[in-house]
């Protein structure tokens, strides 16, 4: 059985700092890219960042860039993304997803991942 599953989240003060985890089994993790997606009240999903778990290749979205760091320990089929002076606008719920490098675009889009966690909230007050 697939399973993403998300921890980390929590309620921080805006400049503060969070780690989140994806912990994923259930496939090889080795030839699957894993991204961070968010999702805010009233808001579509979308894209925070993505690493490649083969070569270590990272994409991160404008308004996270020089903020968030996405890393993967391979040996624990884990993925963390590091999140630094964070914002009230990085309030959100953050999703773990996954999908098969071969073949898939770069960086992934929201529609075109294959296994999706439950997700963890991140609230940043101000």
């Known amino acids: 059985e697939v399973q993403l599953v998300e921890s980390g989240g929590g309620l921080v003060q805006a400049g503060g700092s969070l780690r989140l985890s994806c912990a994923a089994s259930?496939?090889?993790?080795?030839?699957?890219?894993i991204g961070w997606f968010r999702q805010a009240p009233g808001k579509e999903r979308e894209g925070v960042s993505c690493i490649s778990s083969s070569d270590g290749s990272t994409y991160y979205a404008d308004s996270v860039k020089g903020r968030f760091t996405i890393s993967s320990d391979n040996a624990k089929n884990t993925v963390y993304l590091q999140m630094n002076s964070l914002k009230p606008e990085d309030t959100a719920v953050y999703y773990c997803?996954?999908?098969?490098?071969?073949?898939?675009?770069?960086?992934?889009?929201?529609?075109?991942?294959?296994?999706w966690g439950k997700g963890t909230l991140v609230t940043v007050s101000s």
């Open positions: 259930g496939f090889t993790f080795d030839d699957y890219v």
């Open positions: 997803a996954a999908v098969m490098e071969y073949g898939s675009s770069w960086p992934p889009d929201n529609y075109g991942m294959d296994y």
